[in-house]
Nanobody, 126 residues
Framework: QLQLVESGGGLVQPGGSLRLSCAAS????????IGWFRQAPGKEREGVSCISKSGGSTKYADSVKGRFTISRDNAANTVYMQMNSMKPEDTAVYYC???????????????????WGKGTMVTVSS
């Protein structure tokens, strides 16, 4: 059974950092594109970052470019997202998702994802 489990969320002050992890089980992670998405209260779910199956290509939302970094360790079946210089507007539930389509990393759109984790809450507040 395919499963994605997020961890690493929590409360952080503005300017601080967090690292989210997405552990995959039931499949070999390098056979799927992995993406991070977030949804704030009252807002639509948005793509934050996506990484190709090999890890050689990445895509970021403009709002997080230069602050967030996505990476993957296929041997560990885990994808990470390092979040630095965090802002209150980064507050949201963060989800990781997997897509079987090789090119889906480029659009990084939630409609292209096949499997979802349950999410982890990130709160940026002083």
């Amino acid at each position: 059974q395919l499963q994605l489990v997020e961890s690493g969320g929590g409360l952080v002050q503005p300017g601080g950092s967090l690292r989210l992890s997405c552990a995959a089980s039931g499949f070999t992670s390098n056979s799927y594109v992995i993406g991070w998405f977030r949804q704030a209260p009252g807002k639509e779910r948005e793509g934050v970052s996506c990484i190709s199956k090999s890890g050689g290509s990445t895509k970021y939302a403009d709002s997080v470019k230069g602050r967030f970094t996505i990476s993957r360790d296929n041997a560990a079946n885990t994808v990470y997202m390092q979040m630095n210089s965090m802002k209150p507007e980064d507050t949201a539930v963060y989800y990781c998702a997997a897509a079987s389509s090789t090119s889906s990393w480029y659009n990084c759109d939630y409609s292209g994802m096949n499997y979802w984790g349950k999410g982890t809450m990130v709160t940026v507040s002083s």
